[in-house]
Every structure is written in structure tokens, then in C-alpha cells.
């Protein structure tokens, strides 16, 4: 039971780069969500998605976009990164939105 | 939207000693948890707790909803319990900015 991976861990783009970051996790979980981390902050929500093939816009949702064709995946695309992109991005999941939540080990994102 | 205030901001303690770390929201909520962020970046739940009081080992944590806080207390604390401390709130998870948890040896 690997739990929640991402990949890739390190990533460094140009400005107007596009590229996905992959999650995926096994535990069967409804819900998954995409966060980043800015430094000195708490974790901000980009999207999510509460099955596959449903999702929705959190607090941050400009610049990305998500799609969610199986329970076990949920891809982050950036479509034209930008140097405020810069961030350590966080996927999770749980049973439900309101449920416990689990992390993965994080995508450290830098955009030159 | 919601806001989520942690206190205090920073933290250090010697080993052994104990400490309360507090989350005030700013409205009514039907979901708070609270993670530790180790060192190495790896985010751990540690507890699901929109009302009442919880156990974990040395950890426990408490959350008065009709006042609007929770707080989490760490008892005999070890160096391994460093890190950041976040309390997130309602279904779409809005973070405080966490208390930055030294213990040292």
C-alpha cells in the first residue's frame, strides 16, 4: 500500500513551460486535491475532485487545470508556468471531502 | 472566506517539557484537523477533530466549536516531534500558517 505518490519531486521549468504533475494513490479514496505551499504559509487549495470525472476550483485555481479520469489519478497541469508559480505542491486524499486527510511527499516546483 | 489564526507563530522547548498550541477560526466549522509538517517537508494527520477532545499517545488535542478554537497539546515532548504544526478548517481546507514546533536535546 504505497499510499499517496507524486512525481516527480524536483522540478525546474522556463517561464511559458507547460507540464503535469502526477498523483496518483491506492487507496480507493473519492476525494483527491491539489495544494501548494508558499514559504512561511499554510497550504492553499488549487483544485479538487470529489469522484472521477467531477471537479471544481479551490482558493487558487488560476494558471492550473485538473481532470480526473480514474478513482486513482489526478494530474496538475500548468499550462503556461510563471515564476509565481514557484511553490512546493502538495496532492491528497481522503474517503470524502470532510474526511481525514493524507498527503503526499510533495512536488518542489521552481519556474525561472 | 474563513480565517484560520495559529498562536503562537514560533516555539522552542527543552526535551520533556510540555506545550499547547492554539487554532482560532473566525466561523462555525464541520471539519478541523491538524498536521505535522516534519522537517523533511512530509505532512502527517494527526488528528480529525471538529468538536470534542482526542488522544493520541502524548498528543490530545481539543476543539470548542461554539467558541471557535482548538488546541493541540503535546505532553513530554522529544526532538522527533519538531516541525510545523498547521490546523486546517471546513471542506476545502483552509490553513493557518502554523506554529513552528524546536525541542531541543
Known amino acids: 500500500n504505497a499510499g499517496v505518490t507524486q512525481t516527480p519531486k524536483f522540478q525546474v521549468l522556463k517561464t511559458g513551460q507547460s507540464m503535469t504533475l502526477q498523483c496518483a494513490q491506492d487507496m480507493n479514496h473519492e476525494y483527491m486535491s491539489w495544494y501548494r505551499q508558499d514559504p512561511g504559509m499554510g497550504l492553499r487549495l488549487i483544485h479538487y475532485s470529489v469522484g472521477a470525472g467531477i471537479t471544481d476550483q479551490g482558493e487558487v485555481p488560476n494558471g492550473y487545470n485538473v481532470s480526473r479520469s480514474t478513482t486513482e489519478d489526478f494530474p496538475l497541469r500548468l499550462l503556461s508556468a510563471a515564476p509565481s508559480q514557484t511553490s512546493v505542491y502538495f496532492c491528497?486524499?481522503?474517503?470524502?471531502?470532510?474526511?481525514?486527510?493524507?498527503f503526499g511527499p510533495g512536488t518542489r516546483l521552481t519556474v525561472t | 472566506g474563513i480565517q484560520v489564526e495559529q498562536s503562537p507563530p514560533d516555539l522552542i522547548l527543552q526535551e520533556g517539557a510540555n506545550s499547547t498550541l492554539r487554532c482560532n477560526f473566525s466561523d462555525s466549522v464541520n471539519n478541523l484537523q491538524w498536521f505535522h509538517q516534519n522537517p523533511w517537508g512530509q505532512l502527517i494527520n494527526l488528528f480529525y477533530?471538529?468538536?470534542g477532545t482526542k488522544q493520541n499517545g502524548r498528543l490530545s488535542a481539543t476543539t470548542v466549536a461554539t467558541e471557535r478554537y482548538s488546541l493541540l497539546y503535546i505532553s513530554s515532548s522529544q526532538t522527533t516531534d519538531s516541525g510545523v504544526y498547521f490546523c486546517?478548517?471546513?471542506?476545502?481546507?483552509?490553513f493557518g500558517a502554523g506554529t513552528r514546533l524546536t525541542v531541543k536535546p
Open positions: 477533530i471538529p468538536s
Open positions: 491528497a486524499s481522503s474517503y470524502g471531502r470532510a474526511d481525514e486527510q493524507y
Open positions: 486546517a478548517v471546513e471542506d476545502d481546507m483552509r
